[in-house]
């Protein structure tokens, strides 16, 4: 299944690649870091950033893109997407912008056209809420945060 989704190079962003599949199987996108050629953005240990991509989109209405984290980057460097996976709504129009954060244990350094997060584009159900006075009881009940496996209950 494939979808068309509309994008708009930003100035900042002219002579990057657009998002890519890196394999033929492949479900995200990988989005890289539209910074000046001649500067540098450094996370410390701790600290987070936002990095632009240079890009903005435009999605069909039934669809969101999730903005994740590549692997690579937090195994070697304990770098991540801070609020993972970041939801980019049909409607919103603006740069698509990611906010890394450093948990390792040394600076990370980003230069320009560096891949820096993965965007998945995915279908959307929306649900209708439906007030009830009460609800189905289930097998697993209100049981939560470890209940149905392994972790000891206190």
């Not at 903005?56 to 993972?84: F, M, W, Y």
């Not at 959307?124 to 939560?144: H, K, P």
């Amino acid at each position: 299944m494939s979808v068309d989704v509309r994008v708009k190079r930003l100035p900042h962003g002219e002579g990057l690649p657009l998002p890519a599949y890196q394999s033929a199987q492949a479900a995200g996108l990988d989005l890289v870091a539209a910074i000046p050629a001649n500067t540098r953005i450094i996370i410390e240990p701790g600290a987070r950033e936002l990095v632009p991509t240079g890009l903005a989109i435009e999605l069909p209405g039934d669809h969101e893109a999730q903005v994740r984290p590549r692997s690579g980057l937090a195994l070697k460097h304990g770098v991540t997407v801070l609020n993972s996976p970041g939801t980019i709504d049909a409607d919103y129009r603006g740069e698509i912008s990611i906010i890394l954060i450093n948990h390792g244990a040394e600076a990370f350094e980003i230069s320009r056209g560096d891949r820096i997060a993965q965007m998945v584009i995915a279908p959307v159900t929306r649900a209708r809420l439906v007030e009830a006075g009460d609800i189905e009881a289930s097998a697993r009940g209100a049981g939560g945060f470890g209940s149905t496996g392994g972790v000891a209950k206190p």
